[in-house]
């Protein structure tokens, strides 16, 4: 059974900082890497940042020097820290399994999300 729970959205102003949490089932995190996605309204959902289970980390151009992702296998639990938030971070962030080879995500089935709004 695959479960993806994410928390820890909410509205900030630019250059606050969050942190969202994504809580994976012991088989969905198993030995596999780990992603944030985010959708903003009207564009295409798309890969924020990724780890792998050993810690290897993949980040878009957009967020790199600002976001920081990271996991701890015993809370089976992936991190993904926020600073310096821009409103062009406002999204809906999700997590799911990456295909570390494409960076596309492995599963259909996506969580609630957790919603990010970004004031100026």
């Known amino acids: 059974q695959v479960l993806l729970e994410e928390s820890g959205g909410g509205s900030v102003r630019t250059g606050d900082s969050l942190t969202l949490s994504c809580v994976l089932s012991e088989h969905t995190a198993s030995s596999n890497a780990i992603g944030w996605f985010r959708q903003a309204p009207g564009k295409q959902r798309e890969l924020v940042a990724a780890v792998t289970s050993g810690g290897g980390t993949n980040y878009a151009d957009s967020v790199k020097g600002r976001f920081t992702i990271s996991r701890d296998n015993a809370k089976i639990t992936v991190y993904l820290q926020m600073n310096s938030l821009k409103p062009e971070d406002t999204a809906v962030y999700y997590c799911?399994?990456?295909?570390?080879?494409?960076?596309?995500?492995?599963?259909?089935?996506w969580g609630q999300g957790t919603q990010v709004t970004v004031s100026s």
């Open positions: 799911n399994v990456v295909v570390w080879a494409t960076m596309e995500p492995l599963y259909d089935y």
